[in-house]
C-alpha cells in the first residue's frame, strides 16, 4: 500500500450551521482526526448483541484467534470500508460544509459520503450501499444524521462486532463542537432488531488538525509489493498470485 500527498484539493465555499455566514473554525469544516484513546479501546465497546448473533460472533472470533482468518475477503480485495468505518478508523476525516449537504471524505475509504440537509425523508428508490442513504437537520448546534439503506456485505457495527451482516441497520449520529471548536463529538445510536436486543449507543471524540491540514492519498492494491504476504497464514491464500 502507498500514501503519498494528494494532489488538490477543491476550494469550497463552506457556510455555518445557519447558511449564512463565512464558514470559521467553530464549524464541521476542516480535517479532523479520531481520539487515539478512543480508537485504541474500541474493543471495550459492547453492544447488545442478540444470543443467537453473540453465538456467532464468539465463533467468529475463535477461528481468529486460531489463525484461521487473517484479514477479511473485504480487505483482500479492497472493497470499501463503509459505515460506520468511515468515521471510526484511525485515518484523516475530512467535512466540508457547503449549501444544503455536509460532505465526509476519509483517507481510508474511496467512497466521499453525502448527508443531505434538504431532504427530509430517505430515498426509496436507492439500493443498500456502502454508506447508506443520510439526511441530516441542525437542532441548535447539534447535527443529527439518520442513515438507513446499508448493504448487507459488511457488519454496520463499529469495529465489524459479530461480523453478522444486515440490511435492516439504522445509525442516528449526533454532532456537536466542544473546546472552542477544537473537539468533535459524535454520538451514534446504532438500531438493528435482526443483531441488537436493544438500540446502542457509542461516542467517538475528533481532533481538529492543525494549520491547513490536508488528507493524503490511502491506495490499496492487492498486487502490491508485500500485500499477499499478509494472508501468508489465510487458508484461502494462494501462493504466487494475488487474493482474489
Known amino acids: 500500500m502507498i500514501r503519498t500527498p494528494l494532489f488538490a484539493v477543491a476550494a469550497v465555499a463552506a457556510l455555518t450551521a445557519g447558511g449564512a455566514e463565512a464558514q470559521t473554525k467553530t464549524g464541521l469544516t476542516g480535517v479532523w482526526l479520531l481520539d487515539q484513546h478512543t480508537y485504541d479501546h474500541q474493543e471495550e465497546f459492547q453492544p447488545p448483541l442478540k444470543p443467537e448473533v453473540k453465538a456467532i460472533a464468539a465463533a467468529k472470533r475463535k ?99 459479530g461480523g453478522v451482516t444486515s440490511l435492516t441497520t439504522k445509525i442516528t449520529e449526533r454532532y456537536h463542537l466542544e473546546d472552542g471548536g477544537k473537539l468533535l463529538v459524535n454520538q451514534m445510536t446504532f438500531d438493528d432488531p435482526n443483531v441488537l436486543v436493544a438500540p446502542w449507543t457509542v461516542t467517538y471524540k475528533y481532533h481538529r488538525a492543525e494549520g491547513d491540514a490536508e488528507l493524503w492519498e490511502y491506495v490499496c492494491e492487492v498486487d502490491a509489493a508485500g500485500w499477499s504476504e499478509r494472508f501468508a497464514g489465510d487458508p484461502q491464500f494462494k501462493p504466487g498470485s494475488p487474493p482474489k
Open 63 to 161: 477461528a481468529r484467534e486460531e489463525g484461521g482468518v487473517v484479514l477479511s475477503d473485504n480487505n483482500k480485495k479492497c472493497l470499501p470500508i463503509g459505515m460506520p468505518g468511515i468515521v471510526t478508523n484511525e485515518f484523516g476525516l475530512e467535512f466540508l460544509e457547503t449549501p444544503g449537504r455536509v460532505t465526509v471524505v476519509s483517507e481510508n475509504s474511496p467512497l466521499s459520503r453525502t448527508i443531505s440537509l434538504t431532504r427530509k425523508t430517505h430515498n426509496t428508490d436507492q439500493d443498500p450501499s456502502w454508506n447508506g442513504d443520510s439526511v441530516g437537520h441542525w437542532e441548535g448546534k447539534t447535527l443529527v444524521v439518520e442513515t438507513t439503506h446499508l448493504n448487507d456485505r459488511i457488519s454496520h457495527l463499529p469495529f465489524g462486532f
